[in-house]
T-cell receptor, first 115, second 115 residues
Framework: ETGVTQTPRHLVMGMTNKKSLKCEQH?????MYWYKQSAKKPLELMFV???????ENNSVPSRFSPECPNSSHLFLHLHTLQPEDSALYLC??????????????FGQGTRLTVV | GENVEQHPSTLSVQEGDSAVIKCTYS??????FPWYKQELGKRPQLIID?????GEKKDQRIAVTLNKTAKHFSLHITETQPEDSAVYFC??????????????FGTGTLLAVQP
């Protein structure tokens, strides 16, 4: 276990549903990320939060809405998704250090299927 | 824009042979280059990383080399074993907004080690 926990592990939702993905870490990290992993674009960065502030929105459609209430929790709210949004959604966290990049620790992912 | 290219997309080797995966990056300010291994149905996990002030790093059967001038880095696995079979991702850290950094991933290499 890496210390990053995602729930649920699997989710099937209709195109008119609203659901949320949850990510939790207790590693003391201050940066959290959402990645989308599909066959077409593996490990595509969606959002970055640094000290609870969103610092990156990588041209993600508004049907995906992130929320970061504190440094330990990250949510991804989903509504009116399309079948092409079906993918593995991975959460990751990393410490923030001055001067350089750091390892990202990944959760197990949520396998999302939109029907 | 920021991108990381990775080759090959698939690699099949015989057990005991060596495997080499290559990546190039676009941002000359990148200073951290991790490699992740993702087994089927599991999360990506760090196997080795290198910082820009180092040209080579080795950990048992795994080594990574970095050429900052050419902006490319490579993963070398020697004496491959069937359990090395997985998808391997390279990444480059892009720094922005002070201490914030994000990892941009390559498209992955599916390594198959034939017994």
């Amino acid at each position: 276990e890496t210390g990053v926990t995602q729930t649920p592990r699997h989710l099937v939702m209709g195109m008119t549903n609203k659901k949320s993905l949850k990510c939790e870490q207790h590693l003391g990290h201050n940066a959290m990320y959402w990645y989308k992993q599909s066959a077409k674009k593996p490990l595509e960065l969606m959002f970055v939060y640094n000290f609870k502030e969103q610092t990156e929105n990588n041209s993600v459609p508004s049907r995906f809405s992130p929320e970061c209430p504190n440094s330990s929790h990250l949510f991804l709210h989903l509504h009116t998704l399309q079948p092409e949004d079906s993918a593995l959604y991975l959460c990751a966290s990393s410490p923030v250090i001055a001067g350089g990049g750091t390892e990202a620790f990944f959760g197990q992912g949520t396998r999302l299927t939109v029907v | 824009g920021e991108n990381v290219e990775q080759h090959p997309s698939t690699l099949s080797v015989q057990e005991g042979d060596s495997a080499v995966i290559k990546c190039t990056y676009s941002d000359s300010a990148s200073n951290y280059f991790p490699w992740y291994k993702q087994e089927l149905g599991k999360r990506p996990q760090l196997i080795i990383d290198i910082r820009s002030n180092v040209g080579e790093k080795k950990d048992q059967r795994i080594a990574v080399t970095l050429n900052k001038t050419a902006k490319h880095f490579s993963l070398h696995i020697t004496e491959t074993q069937p359990e090395d079979s997985a998808v391997y991702f390279c990444a480059a850290s892009i720094r922005y907004g002070g201490a914030t950094n994000k990892l941009i991933f390559g498209t992955g290499t599916l390594l198959a080690v034939q017994p």
